[in-house]
């Protein structure tokens, strides 16, 4: 079983642009945020728009789920295949908020990251990882992040008004995010699958 270092660099990736976007100009942060009536003609944000915060909690609470999905990373040392899901993952997100015509733009890190937690629990759950309990782990790890979804009920709430952190919360981004996850980590895994047969063979 094969380990990589790919998931950790993502990891570093997200957090260092995250912060040095913060400190970038109003007109840097416009450009590369996602936009849901303009983004075809700028579409890079699809990528750099998770890296856009719009205040500082929203910018800590990321960084700390950030954290804790790279610690989780170091001790499951995911294989490539699972670093390139979540890469894939990462554009894709924000490519299915347009069905949801009352999202205006989307921002932040939490999609991507419950797209990240989504190949983690699919990872597990399949014991692809060279973790103890693995499936136990994935088993838990995925009720916890159902469970969120579930309340959230993004499919009807899209968008809600968070009062504390006064800004919007694109909640149908955690979900797609998730979904892709998913998605993506089972044809990953399918994909090494077959390349492992066909070098067998």
Not at 31 to 44: E, F, G, N, S
Not at 85 to 112: H, R, S
Request: glycine letters at 6%; hydrophobic letters at 60%.
């Amino acid at each position: 079983m094969k380990t990589s270092r790919s998931w950790l660099l993502l990891c570093m990736l997200h957090g260092v642009a995250s912060m040095l976007l913060w400190w970038a100009r109003d007109s840097a942060v416009d450009l590369l945020t996602w936009q849901a009536d303009d983004w075809t003609t700028r579409p890079w944000t699809l990528w750099t728009t998770v890296w856009v915060h719009l205040n500082t909690p929203n910018l800590i609470a990321n960084q700390l789920a950030l954290g804790a999905l790279t610690a989780l990373a170091w001790m499951m040392r995911p294989p490539l295949g699972a670093a390139l899901a979540w890469l894939l993952a990462w554009p894709l997100t924000q490519l299915m908020l347009p069905l949801w015509p009352q999202i205006g733009y989307a921002v932040g890190l939490a999609g991507l990251l419950h797209a990240g937690t989504a190949v983690m629990v699919v990872y597990l759950v399949a014991q692809r990882v060279p973790v103890a309990r693995a499936r136990r782990w994935g088993i838990l790890l995925g009720v916890g992040l159902l469970g969120k979804l579930w309340l959230e009920s993004a499919w009807s709430y899209p968008v809600i008004w968070d009062t504390s952190n006064e800004m919007s919360v694109v909640q149908a981004a955690h979900l797609t995010g998730a979904l892709w996850g998913l998605v993506l980590a089972l044809f990953a895994m399918l994909a090494s699958d077959r390349v492992s047969r066909w070098h067998v063979g």
